[in-house]
């Protein structure tokens, strides 16, 4: 089957890709079987999926599953795939909204609300790959791999842009900087639940921690 294109389709937080109501019901059911399968790589992890799992939860037998991927290891790459590149969508189009002339720090400080509320809120395909970043054998993690440094590119441009116009402090190192970042906004799939504050409040907490972390001192 041909690869999802991210800009076809959103994924929601309980897993969902929203595609158009005349799409074929073969079409609908591989997005079932995705949409399960994320929901479930997000609880349970690489080395945790079961098919049987996947298709409990999609409602189907899991034998259907092989009509549409060839492997479970075929289903997992693409829901990691899907996650990285719809969250690369997600910030590309977040900081696309803003007005000409925002702020560079203003843009980082965009960049981490549209992270966290991807990965906590909106979809579970993106925390599944997060969450799985470093348990996928090579065969399999060289496309979500690809996708991760495309991702890291459009961070990379507004941590050097801030920097060149002095919205940040010069005596950072930027690879460590970008590194620290994202590494602190990833762990929070890994800690964060609905009972520890809802997203604003974590947004919030992020936001501030960045900003006091890396502006220029006065």
Known sequence: MAPRN????????NGTIRAGGGAPKSERTRERILDAAAQVLSRKGYA???L????EVAELQAPAIYYYFDSRDALVEEVMWFGLADMRQHLVAALDALP??????????????????????ISAYTTASIRNAGQLPDKISKRASAEEAKYGKVWKSLIVTAHEEGAIRQDLDLYMLQMLVLGSLNWAAEWWTPRRGNIDKIVANAQAFVRDAIAPQK
């Open 6 to 13: 991210p800009r076809s389709s959103a994924a929601t937080k």
């Open 48 to 50: 945790g999926l079961r």
């Open 52 to 55: 049987t799992d996947v298709a």
């Open 100 to 121: 000409d002339g925002t702020d560079p720090l203003e843009k980082i400080l965009v960049a981490v609300e549209a992270h966290l509320r991807h990965e906590l809120e």
